[in-house]
């Protein structure tokens, strides 16, 4: 009968490539092409319009799937015109020791749109001795 290992060795994940930014009218979208073993993916993003070295914002934690989208609808940004970069890792599971470096950041303007306001509403008022 076979002896189990002594040791097991890590698992190893490969760090996401070929990320790809789209502008969408929603907002941002970036995806990728899947990891093989990965369970899930961590996400951060960061405006770098103003400040090339802003802080990354941790988005979410193990998303199950290869696509992230940022929009305005829900947070506030991106802001039409403005430049944010995104960057990937691959999870495996619990702990560091189970994620893949970080993916090379992608980056591209944002250009989200909306649709136009109601028109005004009008109410035409009262003729003199009448109430409404």
């Given amino acids: 009968m076979p002896k189990a290992p002594g ?3 890590a698992q190893t994940v490969q760090t996401p490539t070929d990320l ?18 990965a369970q899930g993916y961590d996400i ?3 405006g770098i319009t103003t400040d090339t070295a802003a802080t990354w914002q941790q988005t ?8 992230w ?5 829900f947070t506030n940004q991106p802001h039409d015109g403005h430049t944010y970069q995104v960057r990937v890792r691959a999870v495996t599971g ?3 020791d189970h994620k893949s470096p970080w993916s090379d950041p992608v980056a591209g303007v944002a250009y989200p749109t909306t649709a136009p306001p109601p028109p005004r509403p009008s109410t035409p008022a009262p003729a003199p001795g009448r109430s409404t």
């Fill in 69 to 73: 989208d940022l929009s305005w609808q």
């Fill in 7 to 9: 040791t097991v060795p």
């Fill in 20 to 37: 790809e930014f789209d502008g969408t009218k929603q907002g941002v979208t970036v995806t990728w092409p899947k990891i093989f073993g």
């Fill in 44 to 46: 951060q993003w960061r």
């Fill in 94 to 96: 619990d702990g560091d």
């Fill in 60 to 67: 979410i934690l193990a998303a199950q799937t290869n696509r």
